[in-house]
């Protein structure tokens, strides 16, 4: 199992193409976000992948660098929904996926344009952070960042 993993991470990571039985659909691609999650010296790789065609969800899957590791670290297609927008059928709402590197003492988050700002927190560590950003279609006015690090 652990095999079939790493060989899926390291399709993904080389852009190929996995050829599956027709009735598994091969996940696409939709953002790779190189990070270093771990605290240490060591390298992963956050993808965001679409999910099943008939599901409302993106697939979140963090990997260490081809090479490093065979052991996923997450999988999982409960962390970003797609919920489908009250005003269009072509909108959906949820979560954006972004990671922030942020000094010790600072925590960073991303505001309604997209751009990261910076507030004191003493108790914010330095180093790279998962940033879930919510997202509305008739919500200007705020946003929820989730911030996720692995101690």
Known sequence: ?????????CALAC?????????LATPQVIKKIPVSLMGDAS???VFVLTGDTD???HRL??????GASDDILLDTSK????IKSQYSAAMSEGFSINVINSPAGVLTVVDMQGEPVSVKQSSAEAGDA??????????GV???NLVFRYN
């Open 1 to 9: 199992m652990k095999l079939f993993f790493w060989c899926f991470v």
């Open 15 to 23: 852009q190929v193409t996995l050829s599956l039985s027709p009735a």
């Open 43 to 45: 390298r992963q790789n």
């Open 55 to 57: 599901e409302a969800y």
């Open 61 to 66: 899957l963090i990997a260490p660098e081809p």
């Open 79 to 82: 962390a970003i929904p797609l």
């Open 130 to 139: 998962l940033v879930l950003v919510s997202n509305e279609e008739d919500n």
């Open 142 to 144: 705020y946003n929820f």
